[in-house]
DNA sequence: CAAATAAGTTAGTATCAACTAACAAAGAGA
DNA sequence: TCTCTTTGTTAGTTGATACTAACTTATTTG
């Protein structure tokens, strides 16, 4: 009578947050627990028992009281392309637009619930473009984009970086 | 007594969207009216009115009752850096990833509100810079990419567009 | 100008997702 | 086994933001 009011709206940023995280612990610890998703989320277990309430309701996840939470193959599902679309945000971020690990993180935890299904095909394809380029002109122009970044201008490309933190 | 009441936390993404309309009715018709606002967004005016109140608190709109909303110089500034997110979004979409436009618009729309400003400043970097190219090399990797996505190919370089839709 | 319509406001309600506080179950050590 | 601690749950509250319905002000038009 009661797991009679599925919502099969969409989920929420929130929601798809939890999933994520659920997801995270289980391939990092094998289980996940109220506790962990608590910590690692930093909200109250009390939240983190709703948000399972609500999940549980969608059948996105399987969880019996004072026990450990798991995906439905559902949920799964929906969990890895989250990860998918933050994967992918992080990696332009910091490989192509240079942006510290830190913030492309904190920015790809946001963006990847909005990002179009569109816009991450698209952006799959680039940087699989951009890897899988032969050797020759592979980095140029990214080469001289990361110049750019640096000095400003265009042709000042063969600068040595006497004190960058890595990649001599 | 009430106008103490100054809540000078950030905003939120909702706020901001009230903003923006504001600023682009203000642009577009010399003045924003609780009715314009509310057809642009979507939401009924009693929500307009009390997202009014809230940029009334926060020092970033002046409203006279019934009367039309202004910016403040603070309100103003805000509303163009947001503006400034979305349009550096939009172009990057349409231009670099051929997102079609009314996607790459509601994906900015939603991002331009997480996105940090280390990756708005980068992001406006690498537009310069593909724009500002000398034009032998400009396109060159680009047009490679359109093609990539096109035929999933890396060297197929010559294709003539014969009809957009293709991939047989 | 007065009645009709449009626009704006206010009050009260709903939903989402966080919180606190109080309580319940599990697990660990003596 | 009996406590103590940790973990999890429940109930009730809060804040943000949308809504509806009822009311008020402004504008238009006969």
Same mark, same amino acid.
Request: hydrophobic content about 60%.
């Given at each position: 009578m009661s797991a009679r009011i599925k919502q099969n709206k969409k989920l929420s940023s929130n929601m798809e947050d939890y999933l994520e995280a659920i997801a995270y612990l289980r391939e990092k610890n094998k289980v996940a627990r109220v506790k962990d998703i608590s910590d690692l989320l930093q909200v109250k277990a009390s939240s983190v028992s709703a948000a399972i309430d609500n999940l549980s309701k969608r059948d996105l996840v399987v969880h019996e009281r004072y026990g450990y939470v798991q995906l439905t193959p559902v949920g799964e599902k929906m969990a890895r392309d989250i990860a998918g679309k933050h994967k992918i945000l992080v990696k332009f971020l910091t490989e #192509?637009?240079? #942006?510290?690990p830190e913030i492309a993180g904190e920015d790809a935890c946001k963006m990847e619930h909005s990002i179009s299904s569109q816009t991450f095909e698209k952006l799959t394809k680039f940087m699989e473009f951009i890897e899988t380029a032969p050797v020759k002109d592979k980095p140029e122009w990214l080469k001289a984009f990361n110049c750019y970044l640096k000095t400003g201008k265009r042709r000042a490309c063969k600068i040595k970086r006497t004190k960058p933190k890595t990649k001599t």
């Open positions: #192509i637009l240079s #942006i510290d």
